[in-house]
């Protein structure tokens, strides 16, 4: 059986690159890219590092061949994308998928087909160009980078094909012209600019070996995206869907049915429209405005009695999940700071000199409250609430853009500060259990809660968007997904974040003060 | 072979087909008769399990078209409305990417290839990519791709357009040899001529709708009556005295000619001449109104366009 379809999937990849490989459109960029980067690099690697070395910075100098290696191997693989791209939405177009659909094939089989052959030859055509590249560095005599080096940019390359190849064929899959497609991939373009400018980062900053960690990143990114790509693979749509219209009427009304749980449009709404025509207020209005009030009322009771618990109810898994993930955040990061972090390296007096410096203590040996005296003025609950709700809202955003990856790494970070912050206090011998019931716990009940539900509920649509859910489309289950968080976030996490600021900022301190008492953190003297 | 009931495809609120029941046994072909997005293509996609019904059900070769799409899929041998070649393979790539997808050894493969090419005469192109054939050998190329696999079931979707007269009627032989080996076919066509010659049975379909379903003469029958005969006479006269003639109903009549029906035109066609004769009247042509599929065709389109079929 696995075997049958593998050998339907190379069936299906063997045939796209018999295509591939007699369009001269495909050759002829790939070939220059092959002959021609590879010697660009060459020369632009010698000058950047006989610049560089004249001031001394060797460093920078040595890390720049990795760099290039990877620039290199990365060009040819952006032709993927246009053979990626085209896919799907090309044979609709030229009227050659019907007949593939019509057979037996698979969708997994089709669509793994198309993805493998989509990889393969800009791959080969980026491995060809890092060996001439790497044969430029050995003739001219440079630094040629270890076999290690060249293997993990080689790894690095196929996972950002991979990459790439399954973001267009699931923009391939979901367009309805290669004119559509194309302008969709700058969706791809952007976010793989950023990627290669992160990894970019990562060669100049770290080792070698951090890169491993950016291939693992990749890899289940990619993996993500394939699954999204499978999940939505209808070949009812592939074939039905003629033409792309942004259809405001359609998004809105998508989008407040799972915001609501109703189709009705709020009573003030269809009052205020009564005298409109049928076709833009086609509800029945409210006979008064207290009417309208008063059904409004009403409805936001339901919301609240029905919709939110109903979603909440839902997202239970991810909420667990989420809390876990929390709880061994804070736990392990406690205690690695607590156990593993050298204490002649950073011991109690460095520290306390931090917390000075914090406005978390008082120099000269004075007790912690009094720092923390100081510390309250400077807090305010209207400057806390933006900054947790602005906070939750961006790693709620990068989550929907990374499938929650980037989202949760953020939530992860958040969790691993409040670890990391009491092991520093167990290190200054002040209770971290104090600490967390008197300076975390009253305004963390409702910040802690917030922040997870909003991870949790971006989760769940991620998650979402990665199932498979019959009869509805990508975009219709994207906005029901967003709808869902955009629900819990303004009627759970927004008031929660808005008591936690109050309490932090005027309740927290005096209790932290109380508790703290005139506990010192520098030793006297 | 080809059986469903109430078979209906919404496309979120439009109605693509509605209500289509249909029976197809083996050995016998269907011609589904309509206008452009009448929903011919619809219901060959729901036949061949692309399309998933939005209500009724479909069995294609004993096989569920929801449940068992794969059967489905492998059971029929389809022809789209577009040829949908591969235009940089060669037949013989072409065929056999088709015969691999199907499930085909590589010896049957062979076999068929070489078969179907003599067959449709592209033997001599075969190594030619499609991308050089015209427009009629890209047809029969795609004839041959929906027959590679011997199905038994066959949805053919405007098999002769683009081909010369030859080649037509070559396509037109293998439909019918085909019917006689038992495969049930659909054809969905806008040529009347080669549906009254190919079509056991024939389905008018309007707007999504079956407006009517049966054999030619069953469909001849309901929307033009019976049998109309002819008979013209030299000279400015009009026949007359024909209504005396036992089992003859005049419909109509003018200088030099007069129609009517019969229902023993054996006995009363020569009754007909004789009376003629009779009033020395010199009879030109005796025979059948013509009233082809297109007739057919034509009058249940004014008559659903009124509203009244």
């Known amino acids: 059986m696995i075997k049958h379809r593998f050998s339907m999937i190379w069936m299906i990849a063997r045939r796209e690159l018999v295509d591939q490989l007699r369009d001269w459109r495909i050759l002829a960029p790939m070939g220059t890219l092959i002959l021609f980067f590879p010697f660009l690099m060459g020369f632009f690697t010698q000058v950047s590092v006989d610049f560089i070395n004249r001031y001394g910075a060797s460093l920078v100098a040595e890390r720049f061949g990795p760099f290039m290696l990877m620039v290199a191997g990365f060009f040819p693989v952006t032709i993927s994308l246009v053979v990626a ?8 177009e030229r009227g050659s998928m019907e007949p593939l659909l019509s057979s037996p094939t698979t969708d997994v089989e089709i669509y793994m087909g198309k993805l493998l ?12 160009s ?38 267009a064929i699931v923009i391939s899959t979901q367009s309805t012209s290669v004119r559509a497609a194309n302008l969709l991939a700058s969706f791809i373009i952007i976010p793989m600019g950023v990627l290669i400018q992160g990894e970019s980062y990562l060669i100049f900053w770290g080792s070698d070996d951090i890169l491993w960690w950016a291939v693992v990143a990749v890899a289940i990114l990619t993996g993500l995206i394939i699954r999204l790509g499978l999940s939505h693979f209808q070949r009812e749509k592939l074939l039905g869907r003629e033409i792309d219209m942004l259809d405001l009427k359609w998004l809105s009304r998508t989008f407040w049915k799972s915001f609501s749980g109703t189709t009705t449009l709020p009573g003030i709404i269809r009052f205020i429209l009564r005298s409109r025509p049928a076709w833009f207020a086609p509800q029945v209005a409210p006979a008064s405005l207290g009417m309208a009030l008063f059904e409004d009322y009403q409805g936001f009771l339901n919301w609240y009695r029905i919709e939110i618990p109903g979603t909440i109810r839902k997202t239970r898994p991810a909420i667990i999940i989420t809390v876990l993930v929390g709880l061994i955040a804070i736990f392990s990061t406690y205690f690695y700071v607590d156990y593993r972090l050298p204490q002649e390296k950073i011991g109690p007096q460095k520290l306390g000199e931090l917390a000075v410096e914090f406005g978390m203590a008082a120099p000269g040996g004075a007790p912690v409250s009094q720092g923390l005296e100081s510390l309250k ?14 906070t939750a809202l961006l790693i709620s955003l990068v989550g929907f853009i990374s499938f929650g ?5 953020f939530y992860i970070v958040n969790m691993a500060i409040i670890g990391g912050l009491l092991a520093v206090f167990n290190m200054l011998n002040i209770s971290p259990l104090l600490i ?20 949790s509920t971006m989760m769940y649509a991620t998650a979402r968007l990665v199932t498979p859910e019959d009869n509805l489309t990508i975009g219709e289950v994207f906005i029901s997904a967003m709808a869902d968080w955009t629900k819990i976030f303004i009627a759970v996490c927004l008031p929660l974040f808005l008591v936690a600021a109050l309490i932090e900022a005027n309740i927290t301190p005096l209790i932290l003060i109380k508790a703290l008492g005139n506990t010192k953190i520098l030793p006297d003297g | 072979m080809i059986q469903c009931e109430d078979l209906t495809k919404y496309f979120d609120s439009f109605r693509a087909v509605e209500g289509v029941t249909l029976n197809v046994e083996p050995g016998e072909v269907l011609a589904i008769l309509g206008q452009n997005g009448a929903g011919k293509t619809t219901t060959v996609r729901m036949l061949t399990s692309i399309l ?34 591969y235009m940089r393979m060669t037949a013989i790539e072409y065929l056999n990417f088709f015969g691999q997808a199907y499930g085909l050894s590589p010896e049957r493969r062979q076999q068929r290839i070489t078969e179907l090419l003599e067959y449709f005469g592209l033997a001599d192109a075969a190594k030619r990519r499609s991308g050089e054939y015209s427009k009629g050998m890209r047809q029969k190329l795609a004839l041959a791709r929906a027959l590679i696999h011997e199905p038994p079931v066959l949805l053919l979707d405007e098999p002769t357009s683009a081909m010369d007269p030859e080649s037509a009627q070559l396509v037109r032989t293998e439909i019918a040899r085909l019917r006689s080996s038992q495969r049930s076919i659909i054809l969905c066509t806008h040529n009347l001529a080669e549906a009254e010659m190919l079509a056991d049975k024939i389905a008018i379909i309007y707007r999504g709708r079956i407006l009517l379903a049966g054999t030619f003469e069953e469909l001849r029958m309901k929307l033009l009556g019976p049998t109309e005969y002819e008979v013209t006479v030299a000279g400015e006269t009009t ?46 042509s005796l025979g059948e109104v013509s009233r082809t599929l297109e007739v057919v065709y034509l009058k249940a389109m004014s008559l659903a366009a009124e509203g009244k079929l």
């Open chain 1, 85 to 92: 791209l085209e896919a799907f939405v090309g044979e609709k």
């Open chain 2, 239 to 284: 026949p007359h005295g024909l209504d005396a003639i036992d089992g003859l109903s005049l419909t109509s009549s003018g200088l030099g000619w007069a129609r009517y029906t019969a229902h023993h035109p054996e006995q009363v066609n020569p009754a007909v001449i004789r009376e003629l004769v009779r009033q020395e009247m010199p009879v030109v």
């Open chain 1, 405 to 409: 990856m980037v989202g949760y790494l």
């Open chain 2, 52 to 85: 998933t019904p939005s209500r009724g059900w479909a069995r294609v070769a004993g096989y569920d078209v929801v449940k068992q799409s794969q059967h489905v899929r492998a059971s029929v041998g389809v022809l789209t409305e577009s040829h949908g070649l």
């Open chain 1, 436 to 455: 967390f019931a008197a300076g975390i716990l009253p305004h963390g009940v409702f910040e802690l809660t917030a922040l997870t539900l909003s991870i």
């Open chain 1, 130 to 167: 890092i060996f001439i590249y790497v044969l430029l560095l050995f003739r001219r005599g440079a630094p040629v980078p270890e076999i290690g080096l060249i293997f993990l940019i080689c790894v690095l390359n196929a996972v950002q094909a991979v990459l790439m190849v399954s973001a």
């Open chain 1, 377 to 390: 003025d400077l807090i305010s609950a209207p400057a806390l609430f933006v900054h947790n709700s602005r």
């Open chain 1, 117 to 128: 052959a989509g990889t393969i030859v800009p791959l080969i055509a980026g491995y060809l």
